[in-house]
């Protein structure tokens, strides 16, 4: 009897030549990315960044994360870039228009209308943040007002603050409309999702091996893949045939 780790084995050999993207292959997914450099959680090089995105292009429709949920011909890939650091401006910006690419950055709101400081000095300035605000292709959500965990422990003025207070915090400091909200440390409950979903559009949570997503997936609690890994895992956890046959990893 064939294994698992056979099957993944022979699939990797086979994807070489990307025969997998021969099969139907249309559930959307969003991806989730940190640091695109050295400068916080999760990093991947700039070089495998440009290479990841160069990929998914050819292959799939990157796509605002607004219209992520909606069926199409083509499968979609949304991209988003947690925390608002300053590798996204540096390294991933260029490379995104460079290949017309839209993307979702959720930034701190403490941290954008100055309320706190940035101790990590690795987070994008309002200045840098209103620059790219400017460009169409970039939306800028809220990841809360201090990047803290939605869980039981928050009481409602605590949970008011980090989810209504982030949103008018942003968007008095860049002048924007915030439509997008990501629950940091992929942490929420019934009561944080209520709170989302009654201000924002749409909301997405923490990054897992397999995350597809289509017009039935709950707005409020969008899964997401990681793309912090190398090229063929990357192409392995958005590809419907490694759903289909389950072979997580
Ligand atoms: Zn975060």
């Not at 400068?39 to 991947?44: E, L, P, T, V």
């Amino acid at each position: 009897m064939i294994g698992k780790r056979t099957i993944r084995t022979s699939l990797q050999i086979l994807s070489a030549a990307d025969l997998y993207q021969r099969l139907p292959d249309n559930h959307n997914n969003i991806i989730m990315y940190h640091a695109i450099g050295n400068d916080g959680y999760d990093a991947i090089t700039p070089k495998l960044f440009k290479r990841q995105i160069y990929w998914l292009k050819k292959h799939y429709e990157i796509t605002p994360l607004n219209r992520i949920t909606e069926p199409g011909k083509k499968k979609k890939i949304a991209l988003t870039f947690d925390d608002g650091l300053t590798s996204f401006l540096t390294n991933a910006l260029p490379i995104l228009r460079e290949t017309n690419s839209p993307a979702t950055v959720f930034v701190i709101g403490g941290v954008v209308c100055g309320r706190h400081a940035d101790k990590s000095n690795r987070l994008m300035t309002k200045q840098q943040l209103l620059e790219i605000s400017r460009d169409p292709l970039i939306e800028i959500g809220s990841h809360t007002m201090t990047h803290s965990r939605l869980t039981e422990s928050q009481n409602y003025h605590k949970l008011k603050t980090e989810v209504i207070d982030s949103l008018m915090a942003i968007e008095d400091a860049i002048g924007i409309t915030v439509d997008s909200f990501c629950y940091p440390f992929n942490c929420f409950n019934k009561e944080a999702r209520e709170m989302v979903s009654a201000h924002y559009k749409l909301a997405v949570c923490g990054g897992g091996h397999q995350a597809f997503i289509n017009n039935d997936s709950d707005p409020w609690s969008l899964p997401r893949i990681n793309g912090a890994t190398n090229l063929m895992a990357l192409k392995l956890r958005v590809s419907d045939f490694y759903k289909h046959y389950n072979l997580v990893t």
